[in-house]
């Protein structure tokens, strides 16, 4: 499996390094399905960290204060011997450990909340505070104009100077509705913790979940701010079968063909002025770190 090389630490690790890099680092990533999840991008990339890195669970929020069952229903299903259980929609906070590196991290995986955000947000930042999080990082997905046959655009933002300056992100111009990410963001950074947003673009034609194409994109731009390696090939082998099935059935409707490739001429004419030596460079740097053997 490939790695990334520890020894001199990089993305958000980078930011903390301390005594030769031997300090450990804590960042929090959390995702919520519903309105800031399109394709369900966000949680499933959340998922795949949990198994990938045996996530244990360490704690949850009490569902009755903060959600309308009757907008988010519970639902029942089987458990692993056949009993049925219901599900209620909750908060789940879990740690992991990566092996071979100095991070540890809460991933918070939860179902956006309909009521009480102020408190609910509040709730999640003091237990970063308890757990001592060095770094909030919220994961989430949007539809917009995008093809499906293009990579999915992954957009990284901070209203935090010196992360912007370290990580060389931007800060974000979005003004409109925003939801629970947006709401957590602004308690983080109040509670003086670095924060980032991370946005994957999924295309609006086909926003349905899965998008494991979404959610690859996540894992990889992760891969890159938190300097690590992630075993997706099967993630990938998904994600390339879900666009050939994407292109089977945009050609059996001519309306939706010449759309997207209208989508496809306008995101190569956005693009063009990127294709400079440098994010050539920045893109070959990529994959020599994944084929990188340990």
């Known amino acids: 499996m490939s790695t990334f090389d520890d020894a001199q630490p990089a993305g958000i690790r980078g930011m903390f390094a301390e005594n030769g890099g031997e300090r450990r680092v804590t960042v929090m990533l959390a995702a919520f399905e519903g309105w800031n999840d399109a394709g369900e991008a966000a949680s499933d990339a959340l998922k795949f960290l949990g198994k990938h890195w045996n996530g244990e669970k360490i704690s949850t929020i009490d569902a009755d204060e903060f959600y309308d069952f009757q907008f988010t229903r519970p639902a029942i299903k089987r458990n692993s011997s056949g009993q049925r259980r219901i599900e209620w929609p909750t908060t789940r906070i879990s740690r992991a450990s990566v092996s071979q590196s100095n991070l540890d991290i809460i991933l918070v995986h939860g179902v956006e909340p309909s009521y009480k955000w102020r408190a609910y947000t ?173």
């Open 122 to 294: 509040a709730e999640l930042v003091g237990m970063a505070k308890e757990l001592e999080v060095d770094c909030l990082v919220l994961v989430g997905a949007l539809l917009a104009d995008v093809p499906h046959t293009r990579p999915i655009p992954v957009t990284v933002s901070t209203d935090d100077d010196q992360v912007r300056t370290t990580l060389n992100v931007e800060s974000s111009t979005y003004e409109g509705p925003i939801g629970i990410v947006g709401v957590l963001a602004e308690v983080g950074q109040l509670a003086d913790i670095p924060t980032l947003s991370m946005w994957a673009a999924v295309p609006h034609y086909v926003g349905q979940s899965p998008s494991p194409k979404a959610q690859l994109a996540l894992l990889n731009r992760l891969e890159e701010l938190l300097h690590v390696s992630l075993d997706t090939h099967v993630l990938a082998e998904e994600s390339e079968a879900w666009e050939r099935g994407v292109d089977e059935l945009s050609t059996e409707d001519p309306e939706v063909a010449a759309y997207v490739r209208q989508l496809e001429e306008a995101k190569d004419t956005a693009d063009l002025p990127e294709a400079s030596g440098e994010s050539i460079a920045r893109e070959f740097e990529r994959y020599l770190k994944k084929r990188r053997k340990d």
